[in-house]
Nanobody, 120 residues
């Protein structure tokens, strides 16, 4: 019932910027957290950044000073501003939402992924 739709991926030169956006739609009762993960070829999927409904953010050390995550609770959207991009940032980026089902029980909903390529 809940779907995540991502946009904003593409090709950018090293040092450039991109902004990713994700919108949640459907029968949404409560979202505990939304965030971004990424997966490069031959590597495990890793956390990039998350934000809770109260505004608490968390970043991977590799992106902490370059990326900024923001969210809009009213619109159920989350964005990731990526600056000073490096070739190592090349990956498929996935939007994630932790939906509250009951009590502390949550369900992870994932977007389809959007490709980010950093290359000259």
């Amino acid at each position: 019932q809940v779907q995540l739709v991502e946009s904003g991926g593409g090709l950018v030169q090293p040092g450039g910027s991109l902004r990713l956006s994700c919108a949640a739609s459907g029968s949404i009762f409560s979202i505990h957290l939304m965030g971004w993960y990424r997966q490069a070829p031959g590597k495990e999927r890793e956390l990039v950044a998350t934000i809770t409904s109260s505004g608490t953010t968390n970043y991977a050390d590799s992106v902490k000073d370059r990326f900024t995550i923001s969210g809009d609770n009213a619109k159920n959207t989350v964005s990731l501003q990526m600056n000073t991009l490096k070739p190592e940032d090349t990956a498929i980026y996935y939007c994630n939402a932790k939906l509250v089902l009951r009590g502390t029980l949550t369900y992870d909903q994932w977007g389809q992924g959007t490709q980010v390529t950093v290359s000259s």
